[in-house]
């Protein structure tokens, strides 16, 4: 076991506030009449359904697929029948299209659901585990959800990748899912590692975890004793908020940071959360996809806090209820995904439990919710004492509210990574990450406008060049005919011996005879008329000088 | 409606950290009444009274919310810090009328809390300094007649007689006046036999480093304030000892200490950024000296303030720390 050898910049220290401790083990759900399991769980673009209502499933069946290589497949949680697909709201304005699965409470297993069992990550080719992996619908379970095959093939496309981090540093109060998973895990964690070594091609392996976390230390550290892999170390952080954060775990262990609109690949590096290793064992070697995960279900209104197994769709009413329900009297407690600093609200006890859902909080409103009220920022710079990312808040701040995005935007507004540490420090208790995150919206839409005004300039500019073109060829034809007009004539001048010449220079000069008397035979009201034209034209030309 | 997280309440609120601002002064404020007698409590009385009403007044006429807003006790502490800034004998109603300037001219009139430019104690107290420069003189001459006064005068009934029996020069002030009458420095600090000074430096010091540990001002502008007066100090110590203070002289005397942990560390009118901080704490040290020195006023503090206070945007917009994941710049 090592300690970090670096250090991350800002932080504070956060209560731990693991109601739910790492005590009582992680037990099963019950498993809900309905599940409503999302079709858009992942980052990327949605699964495309590939069942029918009244179709009869069981545990691990493929439901939905995978629509683009940055999409995931979606499999069926437990058995029984496919009602409907409908759209339930996620999370604050994201509704979101679900396949609603009768279960006929036999939770029924399809054997093998992936294809056949592997057992050796050293004799398998990397690309089949990979694509066992993509299979498997497996995303990122810390709470961001990217799907994790992706992750691979960009690193295996960069001959770099060499150090693998799983994340077991819980960045948040409250939140003791994946610390759930060091400890009941362990072996399968290491498994998965081993796995995602093979998978990658990287030579090193580093798990982090909080040094408060002695318990998931010490069984991590007994399964990696057993596993006696030297390319696999433990590697413990200091507790400090957010040392989860990706950026800053990476900090810790290496020393390096990611550049600012780099990837960890840059660095060689990958990450992922612990129990997506987990996740990544049971594909190989269970051959089952990902059908459920680790919730911890937990806050002051929450009668008996735990962490639990949950199938993906379960709703989230159905866990509150098995925690014993609530112990507020409020008929309208705040339901938060994920932790305390960068959980976000939920609309109601309907919302079923997805692939990235690693927390349920509830509170009173009074206990979780902060003074409504902020006061005028006092500029003390706390919040640039905790920043992480080395930002100033509260000129992002100031900039922000004042609409001049593109000042917060020089400030590096994007390398703010949301993490609510200055938020939570500030006297004045105003709502910094909100504004950033509408400085980030704006600036977005003004990019878009900006591209889009860009395409019609290109347009535009692609239009006129085509005219001129044209313009161009048409003069260049009407000059190219006259000089062989030209030509013609004098051709026909010069050598009058010339028979056909002769005879063509004969036939213009009657054609030119004939058309003068033509014009000549115009009869007088023609005339008359060309000529009050003309003068009409003159006076029109005229009044308007 | 709040929509993003933290979910958490801040550990301390606005209000909590001028309340304990407040608190880390007491120390200060008993030695100085045992130095200078009851009068610097009436000061911070009728300073109060003058911020706190001028902040309110202008709040009405502004058609704000005066509860929120005097609630945040930031208008009090100015109060406070500018009754500690005068002279124990200031007449009442100049005291009443420094008090309403710091609020009304430093900070109402900038668009209250958060907005002000200055340190509004400070221009409460520049602006008295400046307008009636001899009521600035009015510190009693030893404890004994510190004591003397009659009730009737800090109560704003009676007058102040025979004034120059009663008052004497503050240190900062007989060293300046006996350097210019050729007096080395050695002759002018052995007439301040009866200097107690270090005890009041010492008891701000007290309530400083509470703060510091209490983590409600950081280090780094008293530590770059003080690093700003000793650094010139000592130097010019080296080169002529008779002529210039030692160091120790100026970190214990006048505001250099008071002025470092309570005055250079207002946050709305400092530096915002670490390095600028530094930065904006040594200049304010540095023009101290240089203002006691070789200026026309005895103690620079109020002025070294101001000026930096003018100068942070300049300080901010040049010290903008590196962001994560931004190249190093060589
Ligand atoms: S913590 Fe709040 S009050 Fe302090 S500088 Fe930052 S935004 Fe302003
Ligand atoms: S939310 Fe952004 S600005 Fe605030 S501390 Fe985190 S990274 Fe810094």
Known sequence: MLNAQHDFRGGLALAGNKLYGEQAATCAAPLPRHLWIPLHQHQGPPAVPCVQPGQHVLRGDLIAKASTSASVAVHASSSGWVRAIESRDLDQGRSVDCILLETDQQDQARDEALGPCYTDPDATAAETIIERIAAAGIVGLGGASFPSATKLRAGVDRPTLEHIILNGAECEPYISCDGASMLEDAAAIIRGGQWLLAASGAQRLSIAIEDHHQAAIDSVNQALKRSADARIQLVQVPSRYPQGGERQLIQSLTGLEVPLDGLPLDLGLAMFNVATAVAVKQALEESQPLTERIVTVTGTAIAQPRNWRVRLGTPISELIAASGGLTHPDPAPRLLMGGAMMGVVLPDKDVPVSKGFNCLLVGPPSDIQPAAASRACIRCGDCVEVCPAGLLPQQLYWHSQAREFQAAAKLHLDACIECGACAVVCPSEIPLVQYYRYAKAELANAAVERRKAEHAKARYAAREKRLQREHAEREAARQRKQAALLQAEQTAAAKPADATSAAVAAALAKARAQQAKAKQALPPAVKAAQERARRQREHNSGSDN | ?330
């Open chain 2, 1 to 330: 409606m709040r929509i993003a997280g933290p979910w958490i309440r801040p550990r301390r609120r606005v209000p909590q950290v001028m309340l304990a601002v407040i608190l880390a002064l007491l120390p200060g404020v008993l030695v100085s009444v045992a130095l200078q007698g009851p009068g610097i409590l009436f000061q911070l009385v009728y300073c109060c009274i003058g911020a706190l009403g001028a902040e309110a007044g202008i709040l009405r006429l502004r058609g704000r919310d005066l509860s929120s807003q005097l609630g945040d006790y930031s208008a009090l502490l100015t109060g406070v810090l500018l009754g500690l800034c005068l002279p124990p004998w200031l007449p009442w109603w100049q005291a009443l009328l420094a008090g309403s300037l710091a609020t009304a001219v430093g900070k109402q009139l900038f668009g209250g809390l958060g907005q002000n430019p200055f340190n509004p104690a400070m221009v409460g107290y520049v602006m008295v300094l400046v307008s009636l420069p001899a009521s600035l003189a009015l510190w009693p001459a030893d404890t004994t007649t510190a004591w003397n006064l009659p009730w009737a005068y800090w109560l704003g009934l009676g007058e102040l007689h025979e004034v120059d029996a009663w008052t004497g020069a503050t240190p900062l002030d007989a060293m300046r006046n006996g350097l210019r009458a050729q007096l080395t420095v050695t002759e002018v600090t052995a007439d301040l036999s009866t200097d107690f000074a270090w005890l009041l430096a010492v008891a701000w010091g007290l309530g400083g480093v509470w703060l510091w540990r209490r983590g409600l001002i950081q280090w780094r502008i008293p530590i770059a304030v003080l690093a700003g007066v000793a650094l010139p100090a000592l130097i010019a110590q080296a080169v002529d000892a008779d002529r210039f203070a030692s160091a120790g002289f100026h970190l214990l005397h006048g505001a250099t200490i008071f002025g470092a942990i309570f005055i250079a560390t207002d946050p709305v009118s400092a530096s915002t950024t670490p390095r600028g901080r530094l930065i904006y704490g040594f200049g304010i040290g540095l023009l101290t000296w240089v203002i006691r020195s070789f200026g026309d006023y005895p103690d620079g503090f109020a002025f070294a303030v101001m000026l930096l206070n003018m100068l942070v945007p300049v300080i901010d917009a040049h010290t903008v720390p590196r962001v994560y994941g931004q190249e190093h710049r060589s």
